[in-house]
T-cell receptor, first 115, second 110 residues
């Protein structure tokens, strides 16, 4: 099946520092990956669409300079939360489309806590 | 703009009951409808994917139906078990976009 690996699964960082989250498609190529944010007991909100070899497309209200996305290969997209603040604490999940029938496949998520 | 609604928001049932979770969407121009399961603090596990040309999909005790014209999908869980306790999310797919419902938090009591 289609597997998406996300790393790290959790991270605690100090306010003002940057954190990088990786999303890898393990057994398929993904020209497009997606980054979501989820607050406690809420559903997923799409932050941005990551396109291999081009700039990411951000949803309205998402600061592209704060949430840097790089999709340098067909199997890897990264999300960097720059100058993190406590309000950035959340659960971040990536996903990719597997085109042979599995639909959207999601990573296991990253719990970010900014202290 | 697509809007996806799930009813009920929460459900608590005794073990063994058959369940129906509802999902409605406002824009019927979808490519597919996907149901996911999310355990607390975890990512999403895909349960069933229904393409727009299909009416239903089945996997084990799960059956999902899709009625595009009415903007509805239902997830049927037969003979529920405590291990089914989780949040169930439906998502409507169009192009590269997935729009999620708010989820149904299911608790199956032994």
């Amino acid at each position: 099946g289609a597997v998406v690996s996300q790393h790290p699964s959790w991270v605690i960082c100090k306010s003002g520092t940057s954190v990088k989250i990786e999303c890898r498609s393990l057994d398929f190529q993904a020209t497009t990956m997606f980054w979501y944010r989820q607050f406690p007991k809420q559903s997923l909100m799409l932050m941005a669409t990551s396109n291999e070899g081009s700039k990411a497309t951000y949803e309205q209200g998402v600061e592209k300079d704060k949430f840097l996305i790089n999709h340098a290969s067909l199997t890897l997209s990264t999300l960097t939360v720059t100058s993190a603040h406590p309000e950035d604490s959340s659960f971040y999940i990536c996903s990719a489309i597997e085109t042979t029938g599995y639909g959207y496949t999601f990573g296991s998520g990253t719990r970010l806590t900014v202290v | 703009k697509q809007e996806v609604t799930q009813i009920p928001a929460a459900l608590s049932v005794p073990e063994g009951e058959n369940l129906v979770l509802n999902c409605s969407f406002t824009d019927s121009a979808i490519y597919n409808l996907q149901w996911f399961r999310q355990d607390p603090g975890k990512g999403l596990t895909s349960l069933l994917l229904i393409q727009s040309s299909q009416r239903e999909q089945t996997s084990g005790r799960l059956n999902a139906s899709l009625d595009k014209s009415s903007g509805r999908s239902t997830l049927y869980i037969a003979a529920s078990q405590p291990g089914d306790s989780a949040t169930y999310l439906c998502a409507a797919g169009a192009g590269n976009m997935l729009t999620f419902g708010g989820g149904t938090r299911l608790m199956v009591k032994p």
